[in-house]
Nanobody
Framework: QVQLVESGGGLVQAGGSLRLSCATSGRTFSSYNMAWFRQAPGKEREFVAGSSWFGSTTYGDSVKGRFTISRDNAKNTVYLEMNGLKPEDTAVYYC????????????????WGQGTQVTVSS
């Protein structure tokens, strides 16, 4: 069982930056694929960024060049550095983990955090 706890959300002006953190329990963090998803009111949960256990990263088209995912296996933590924030980035951001497959599809991820709110004002 893996528990995920996100932190770092908040209110920021357009053009600003935030760094989200996701602390995980368990001793096998380095073997998990990690990802960030987000969900805005009335919209589907969408893939934001992913970090595979073997070192690959991938990003959703809407955040490429602005967001960076990283992980610290020694701290069992994954991060999402968000720069150049836009009002359309406003959403609840969720951390997710799986050990089954490397994918941007949310159905692959079987562990989820509770989410952290990010609000970007114009």
């Amino acid at each position: 069982q893996v528990q995920l706890v996100e932190s770092g959300g908040g209110l920021v002006q357009a053009g600003g930056s935030l760094r989200l953190s996701c602390a995980t329990s368990g001793r096998t963090f380095s073997s998990y694929n990690m990802a960030w998803f987000r969900q805005a009111p009335g919209k589907e949960r969408e893939f934001v960024a992913g970090s595979s256990w073997f070192g690959s990263t991938t990003y959703g088209d809407s955040v490429k060049g602005r967001f960076t995912i990283s992980r610290d296996n020694a701290k069992n933590t994954v991060y999402l550095e968000m720069n150049g924030l836009k009002p359309e980035d406003t959403a609840v951001y969720y951390c997710a983990a799986n050990s089954a497959g490397w994918s941007s599809g949310k159905s692959v991820y079987n562990y989820w955090g509770q989410g952290t709110q990010v609000t970007v004002s114009s």
